[in-house]
């Protein structure tokens, strides 16, 4: 009788082991077929209602010279969120299915998916998923975004095949004024979920 706890006590400390083993690997398959889901999550387009429309309507208005018989100096400054910036590409362009934005801090995220023309060579016909990373650029007074990554079916591609793209500022390039930089703009801030623009004077 002295001999029975000192054998069953390992047997209950496997089984408890054993146990624990099991709910963390089901708890770890768990979270990877969320991430995998979230990840792989289609693009819908963003609809803005009329109030979130009226809403952004506002901030554009802010910034400009409000109505009156006396010139009132207009704000400054622009905050979308994540929400109302899709909601712009969507309204505005025909690009709210293939393309959404997610914003995180001091980084934008673009999600891109679409069909590809049957008639192209190897890739013809298939749907692509990419994802492409942009940068906040730190350099004081030339707000912009740096490209840092693009990644197709989950691959990062090497900056050749991209033309030496990566860490160029390709939305200063584009709307850039002289010495780099977005023209008007005199800070660019990206937040988790909200995008800040302050404009020059």
């Known amino acids: 009788m002295s001999d ?26 768990f979270v990877l077929v969320g991430v995998w889901e979230w990840h792989n999550r289609p693009i819908r ?5 009329a109030r979130e429309k009226a809403v952004v309507a506002e901030k ?8 009156g018989p006396e010139y009132e100096k207009g704000g400054k400054e622009i905050v ?13 362009t025909t690009l709210g299915k293939s393309v959404s934005f997610e914003l995180a801090t001091n980084e934008v995220h ?7 023309d ?11 998923k990419a994802r492409a990373r942009f940068l906040v650029s730190k350099t004081p ?10 990644t197709v079916w989950g691959i990062s591609l ?23 930089g977005i023209a008007g703009v005199e800070e660019f801030k990206v937040e988790s979920g909200r995008l800040i623009i302050r404009l020059a004077e």
């Open 158 to 180: 090497p900056n050749d095949w991209l033309g030496g793209l990566k860490g160029h500022d390709l939305l200063g390039e584009l709307l850039g004024g002289k010495g780099g």
């Open 45 to 49: 387009p963003v609809e803005l209602s």
């Open 118 to 128: 049957p008639n192209l060579p190897l890739v013809g016909g298939k749907h692509l």
């Open 110 to 116: 673009a999600r891109v998916e679409t069909d590809l």
């Open 4 to 29: 029975s706890p000192s054998i069953s006590t390992p047997r209950r400390l496997r089984s408890s082991c054993l146990v624990k083993g099991l709910v963390g690997l089901a708890i770890c398959a």
């Open 141 to 150: 007074g030339k707000p912009g975004l740096v490209l840092d990554d693009v």
């Open 80 to 92: 979308l969120t994540e929400r109302e910036l899709n909601g712009l590409l969507n309204d505005n």
């Open 60 to 67: 554009m208005e802010a910034i400009r010279k409000p109505a």
